[in-house]
């Protein structure tokens, strides 16, 4: 081999190798960001869903709490899919996802068309939902949102205040604590009411103080691992005439100082990360 010809082979082997070892990092090393913002930005998503990735920061939050590629994640109420979209398609090759859902038997109005209608989201595209797993999600009576302890992460997503006003937050915290391997993580991202807010304000407001999500997490026996400010708002008081429906996208006061809350933004959130001990 001359010379010449014995450089370029190396160079081509040094280079594959190095391909090699990156695409095995991206696999088992935790979250590909370029991958998750390919999704997150993709064409599958509504513009209305992606000019909210701004306020959502999911790239972010996704690789704060550690998602990567191959994990087995559950969802927990995903509504109507905005994280589904980004959620799905980057587990469909290699990990599984479920989705925790309203049940079809809820006694809330609105939680059956809401399910029906992520249904009919799922299965128009099997491309990249074809494989999820639709569980339903419904305390006391329908809990089994993935096989017990074979969960590698659980997710939430502006839900807490919801199952205070309904008066199950310690129902749904052991469910996922339930589903949840030993080492696995719950994540939570929740609107964020100000440290001295009392339970009045928690049931009504949409607001919730970080203080009582550790106090949920921790009765159900997670332990506290890191918090991030990625989703917070100094900007947002906390206090408004509708709760946190005041401020988009609800905009529930209707024109009423629209540009107001619009200023304001959405609202500020806590995101906190838990893990079940080994």
């Known amino acids: 081999m001359t010379p010449s010809k014995f450089i370029f082979t190396a160079v081509l082997a040094t280079f594959a190798l190095s391909f ?22 993709g064409e599958h998503r509504s513009d209305t869903n992606r000019t909210r990735n701004e306020s959502r920061n999911p790239v972010e939050t996704l690789s704060f709490f550690g998602l990567a590629a191959d994990m087995t994640l559950i ?45 009919t989201k799922i299965t128009a595209d099997p491309s990249l939902y074809g494989k999820v797993t639709v569980r339903h999600l419904n305390p006391p009576h329908e809990v089994a949102i993935a096989p017990p302890e074979s969960a590698d992460m659980a997710l939430t997503f502006r839900n807490v205040h919801n199952w205070i006003m309904a008066g199950q937050e310690h129902e749904y915290f052991a469910t996922f604590y339930k589903a949840l391997k030993p080492g696995g993580v719950l994540g939570v991202v929740e609107h964020r009411a100000k440290p001295d807010a ?81």
Do not use: C
Request: proline share 7%.
């Open 75 to 119: 969802e927990i109420l995903p509504g109507g899919g905005w994280y589904t979209e980004i959620l799905a398609p980057y587990l469909h090759d290699h990990g599984k996802y479920y989705a925790a859902h309203f049940s079809p038997n809820a006694s809330a109005s609105y939680m059956p068309p809401n399910l029906r209608n992520f249904e």
């Open 198 to 278: 009392g339970m009045d304000v928690m049931r009504t407001s949409g607001y919730v103080t970080e203080a009582y999500v550790k106090e949920l997490a921790a009765g159900a026996g997670f332990e506290f691992v890191a918090s991030s400010e990625l989703n917070a708002n100094p900007k947002d008081p906390a206090v408004h005439p509708e709760g946190v429906w005041t401020l988009p996208p609800n905009y529930r006061m209707g024109d009423v100082d629209r540009d107001k809350y619009m200023a304001i933004g959405e609202s500020d959130r806590m995101t906190l990360k838990f893990v079940k001990p080994l």
């Open 20 to 41: 090699s070892q990156l695409s095995l990092a991206d696999h088992h090393g935790g979250v590909s960001a370029k991958t998750l913002a390919q999704w997150a930005e």
